[in-house]
């Protein structure tokens, strides 16, 4: 597991940058932090501390491996103190429940030792299909195997709730335990505090099944602070909002989903409010949805109605498979839905207020602000940007308060990914494009730093945004920088130019740097990156990035071996099967799995050709029908592309990739072709 070793807290401020001088750093440290460990870092929802996980390593000199601990930091000072051992992370972790309380999951308290395994059989497997039910299956991996699994899954994945209050500066303060020792997979508070959500597994296990199908129970119990239903201590039971049995009928096309209550979580712009989703077609996306109307049906029930064991409201419907709901303010929300046989997606925008009071003002006055391929990457609007609002939700980001949206796109096209941010008018549909990314510069916005108001609002004038900024002709990585929009200015200078973007907004959008990173691997600096263009046998337009290690220089050089890593995809047309998704401009990232690794020992190496997999024509068509001849197609255009550059030895080739496990027959087919690639998985 990757981790960090250090936490700073830097100060924004002009002319600093990070990595930043000492004076300008909080170091986060407290006793016994020393050498351990870090993960799992988050704001509190004032963000004036920081909770993190802390580990021993167990190497030599280091901290002894012991059990996960939770540490909070004062974002002041960096002053850190342990507040919790024996977090269990099995399922989940620790949530921020108010400004100074966590809800964590822990390890029961005298745990004894691990169950150990019996070397003889305690008896038959045994499966019953006495019943007489006739259900479809796919084959998964890693899944439970007898009683003896089913026992070690219940030891490791068995936590305790508890609650710490961490306002004072006692190290190890008092953790309340608010329920009993369950396989708990999501412990959720409200926004306001006041409940939580709280989701276990329960037996009977399966052995055909993964863990996402295993008997499921969802209870909603009172949370801390003011509004807790009838003056319950936190943990108290209130209402049952879910008892899903053993999934184990699922159908295995596409748009499948578990019957019953799914997408279960709180509403953002409401204190203590869940929405959730439910299929009218028992899950089957073959079935007519249930007398007719929506085939999923979206619900919504303030937790104090729900403990009152009031009803919930029905407001709105999808004629589609129901992907969530992204939320705004009472006038404002978007709901997704697609359809796989299509590939189509559609985005509703509607008042969620509304919809509560009049079941039927969600079809009457619901907006459609997306209708398209959900695989033609050219034609893809972006998603809404979202800021953080003051209890540490999420809202849609909504400029001045309006009825509009900001979208982040990829902004794929012929030419390679150009990121955008649009200026959308939700009551009219239009779009004006505020920026875009230009050469030799591969940049994308990212987060809202500015205060979000009510219901979403952001700064008309002065919004802050993050902005990361690379380049892969210049040899410089990712560095994030600030921006600053005037968005009615921005939206002016583009209605102005009327070129769609592409003039500059000038001083409408302006960036100061906010990290100076070194380059990450330095024996790396003047490696070459070459988006190649080429063609299928059946016309399918195709790419791929070839990397050749520094000095390298064709004129001068003699071939090199070539290490092709490949990924196939599937696509419902050709169109969309050859379209460009990435950009010659970004910079080459090496992790510490990535195949670029290779350049280091003098390999080229062929990233991410592609390899679709085209459904034929008919409606009932689907890709993997000719799976095999596309691949061999494929990967022999890619190897034909790759060694037409001079760079890569015919005779030197592997070929790696993971998953979508058909890769040796790929090896098997080129084998009469080309020479026998070395396959890597």
Not at 31 to 58: E, Q, V, Y
Not at 177 to 196: C, E, K, N, Q
Not at 233 to 245: D, I, K, N, S, V
Not at 500 to 513: C, L, V, W
Request: charged residues 20%; hydrophobic residues 40%; proline residues 10%.
């Amino acid at each position: 597991m990757s981790h960090y070793t250090h936490l700073s807290i830097v100060r924004l401020a002009p002319g600093v940058t990070v990595p930043a001088p000492d004076a300008a750093v909080a170091r986060v440290d407290g006793p016994g932090l020393g050498g351990r460990l870090i993960n799992f870092a988050t704001w509190s929802r004032d963000g004036t501390r920081i909770a993190f996980t802390a580990r021993g390593s167990g190497e030599p000199g280091e901290a002894a491996r012991g059990p996960l601990e939770l540490w909070v930091a004062d974002v002041e000072t960096g002053a850190a103190r342990r507040v919790l051992s024996g977090l269990n992370t099995v399922f989940a972790d620790y949530t921020w429940v108010t400004d100074d309380v966590i809800v964590a999951l822990v390890i029961p308290p005298g745990r004894g030792p691990a169950p150990v395994r019996s070397d003889a059989p305690t008896g038959p497997r045994v499966e019953d299909n006495s019943g007489g039910a006739v259900a479809q299956a796919r084959t998964y991996q890693d899944l439970l195997k007898d009683g003896a699994d089913a026992d070690l899954f219940d030891f490791y994945g068995e936590s305790v709730p508890v609650l710490i209050r961490v306002h004072g500066e006692d190290a190890d303060p008092e953790a309340t335990s608010i329920a009993p020792p369950r396989l708990y997979t999501s412990v959720s508070p409200s926004p306001d505090g006041a409940f939580i959500a709280a989701t276990w597994l329960e037996r009977p296990y399966s052995t055909s099944l993964p863990a996402g199908r295993f008997p499921r129970v969802t209870e909603l119990w009172a949370g801390v602070g003011a509004g807790v239903g009838g003056g319950k201590e936190a943990g108290a039971p209130l209402a049952m909002l879910a008892r899903l049995p053993l999934a184990d009928a699922i159908p295995i096309v596409m748009d499948s989903v578990r019957p019953g209550v799914r997408s279960l979580s709180w509403r953002p712009d409401k204190p203590s409010t869940l929405a959730w989703v439910e299929a009218r077609d028992g899950g089957d996306p073959r079935t007519e949805p249930e007398n007719g109307g929506p085939r999923d049906a979206l619900y919504t029930a303030s937790a104090a109605d729900l403990a009152a064991a009031l009803p919930p409201t029905l407001f709105a419907g999808t004629d589609w498979r129901c992907g969530g709901v992204a939320w705004g303010a009472g006038d404002l929300a978007l709901v997704y839905e697609s359809q796989y046989r299509t590939r189509r997606s559609r985005v509703w925008a509607f008042a969620p207020d509304a919809a509560e009071a009049d079941p039927g003002a969600f079809a009457a006055t619901r907006r459609l602000v997306v209708d398209r391929d959900y695989e033609d990457a050219y034609a893809d609007p972006g998603s809404p940007a979202v800021a953080r609002a003051p209890g540490g939700s999420y809202l849609l980001a909504r400029p001045g308060g309006r009825r509009a949206l900001l979208l982040q796109g990829g902004g794929a096209g012929p030419d390679g990914s150009r990121p955008f941010l649009d200026y959308l008018d939700v009551d009219t549909g239009a779009t004006t494009r505020l920026w875009r990314s230009a050469p030799p510069w591969y940049e994308s916005t990212a987060s809202i730093l500015s205060p979000c108001g009510p219901a979403g609002a952001v700064p008309l004038q002065g919004l802050r945004l993050l902005l990361s900024r690379e380049s892969g002709d210049l040899d410089e990585p990712p560095q994030t920088h600030i921006v600053e929009l005037d968005v009615d200015a921005a939206i002016a200078a583009a209605r102005a130019a009327g070129d769609g973007g592409e003039t500059d907004p000038g001083p409408a959008f302006t960036s100061t740097p906010l990290t100076a990173f070194p380059h990450p691997q330095p024996a790396l600096i003047g490696a070459v990156k070459t988006v190649l263009r080429y063609q299928r046998t059946d016309g399918v337009g195709l790419t791929a990035t070839l990397h050749t290690p520094p000095g390298w220089d064709a004129d001068q050089n003699k071939s090199l071996p070539c290490l092709v890593w490949l990924y196939p995809r599937e696509f419902k047309t050709a169109e969309s099967a050859g379209q460009m998704r990435t950009s010659p401009h970004e910079f080459a990232a090496v992790g510490p799995s990535s195949p670029l690794l290779h350049l280091a020992r003098g390999y080229a190496v062929l990233e991410g050709p592609s390899i679709p997999i085209v459904a034929g024509a008919g409606a009932d068509a689907e890709a993997n029908d000719t799976y095999v001849e596309q691949l061999l197609a494929g990967a022999e255009a890619a190897v034909e592309a790759a060694v037409a550059t001079g760079a890569v030895d015919r005779a030197r080739i592997a070929v790696g990739g993971h998953s979508y496990g058909e890769e040796g027959r790929a090896r098997r087919g080129l084998a009469p072709r080309l020479p026998p690639p070395l396959l890597l998985h």
